[in-house]
């Protein structure tokens, strides 16, 4: 299997454009990374990367191979999976990424549940409100909140889960109930805002009589964080534009209160992606099954307890 390996290790290096990076998704030292590199470059007898200093760049060799290396690991990701549903004993790692609120509240607490009913599957959970890359970054399912971007890959759909503009009793005591959209755009109202890199809604939706108006809001706080958005709420900071399920005991218990209920917030759709293969890893078809039908459940019972 070492060549597998190494090629395997190469493909994360072409990709991730590190030694570094491409050592820790692989669990495994930087050193060995690079010595993967130095056999495969050995055996072809071309230099499959330039390296600097500061930077490692794939040579004209080393983009002609990850072209073939990528149809063969292909190749055998295929054969593994057919031979996974023949003999129905899905087995091996998993690599899931989800937003942070996603993650924590409805993905976490179902992982011992899926480990108990497929004990051989391994899993490996991402937590993070950026932007992902698939391929990119080696994972086989994203769970992702609004519209995907990548046509290219398969989506499935979860849920259109409610969303909720609100505040703490303290900050509506303090500055009142907000009566028309615009009192957030006009800096009557602070409005706490979730922001990364590639952040694709810098906007809040919201049904008015008219149809859907997306509101430039302002604020004087954003983070890449949604739990902290949510914590600077509690502590009477500003308003907060949130999935129900994200906030349904803090709802439930009154210590976040919802404003503007004339002209909510649209929805927001939950859905998982996962790349397109000819043959579908057991693996990832059966935890996409168990996800969606258990997160479904977990939503309608949240979405519902706040009604």
């Given amino acids: 299997m070492s060549y597998f390996d190494n090629i395997r290790t190469f493909v994360r290096v072409y990709e991730l454009g590190s030694m570094s990076a491409a050592a ?14 130095s056999q495969l470059e050995s055996y072809l007898s071309v230099r499959l990367f330039q390296r600097t200093t500061r930077q490692l760049n794939p040579t004209e060799q080393g983009n002609i191979f990850y072209a073939g290396a990528c149809q063969i690991l292909e190749a055998i990701n295929d054969a593994e999976s057919a031979v996974n549903s023949i003999t129905q004993s899905p087995r091996g790692l998993l690599h899931v990424a989800a937003p942070l609120g996603v993650g924590r509240r409805l993905i ?16 490996r959970l991402r937590l993070s409100d950026r932007k992902l890359d698939l391929t990119a970054e080696g994972l086989d399912v994203a769970f992702f909140l609004g519209v995907p971007e990548d046509s290219a890959l398969r989506i499935r759909k979860i849920a259109d889960c409610p969303r909720v503009l609100c505040a703490s009793p303290l900050y509506l005591e303090s500055r009142g109930h907000p009566t028309t959209p615009s009192e957030l755009t006009d800096g009557t109202h602070d409005c706490l805002n979730l922001r990364y890199p590639g952040a694709p809604e810098f906007q809040w939706p919201l049904e008015t009589e008219s149809g859907t108006h997306k509101f430039a809001v302002k604020g004087p706080f954003e983070t890449d964080d949604g739990d902290v958005l949510t914590n600077w709420a509690l502590d009477g900071q500003g308003i907060i534009l949130k999935p129900v399920f994200e906030i349904a005991d803090h709802l439930a218990s009154g210590r976040l ?5 004339s002209t909510p917030p649209i929805p927001i759709q939950m859905a998982l992606l996962y790349m397109h293969r000819r043959h579908q890893d057991p693996k990832t078809r059966l935890f996409i099954d168990f996800m ?6 977990v939503l309608a019972e949240k979405q519902g307890s706040t009604s």
Wanted: charged residues 20%.
């Fill in 108 to 123: 976490a607490p179902l992982v011992p549940d899926f480990k108990q009913e497929y004990p051989l599957i391994e899993l």
């Fill in 257 to 261: 209160v919802p404003v503007l209920q």
């Fill in 292 to 297: 969606t039908t258990h997160m479904q459940k």
């Fill in 24 to 37: 820790r998704d692989q669990r495994i030292s930087a050193a060995v990374a690079s010595s993967r590199i």
